[in-house]
């Protein structure tokens, strides 16, 4: 069972980090990642087609992420 829940972390990383590199930047540089985030908080910019699909992937790998690390962290499964 340990085995499992550890090949299941190692394939939900590895499809986390495609999933990130797969996302456009908002903004580029050092003034854009402060004024782009802000913008992105507050919902001026929200995110369309592809875009929409690859944040709601990320937000749904990095529960599982988090969900699995805490399992085999805590309960050794």
């Known amino acids: 069972m340990h085995a499992i829940a ?37 919902g001026k910019q929200k995110a369309r087609g592809m875009d929409l699909v690859l944040n709601r992937i990320t937000i749904v790998l990095s529960v599982l992420f988090f969900l699995l690390t805490m399992a085999v962290a805590f309960f050794e499964v």
């Open 6 to 42: 550890i090949t299941l972390l190692i394939i939900v990383s590895i499809a986390l980090i495609i999933v990130v590199l797969l996302q456009s930047g908002k903004s580029a540089g050092l003034s854009g990642a402060i004024s782009g985030g802000a913008e992105q908080l507050f």
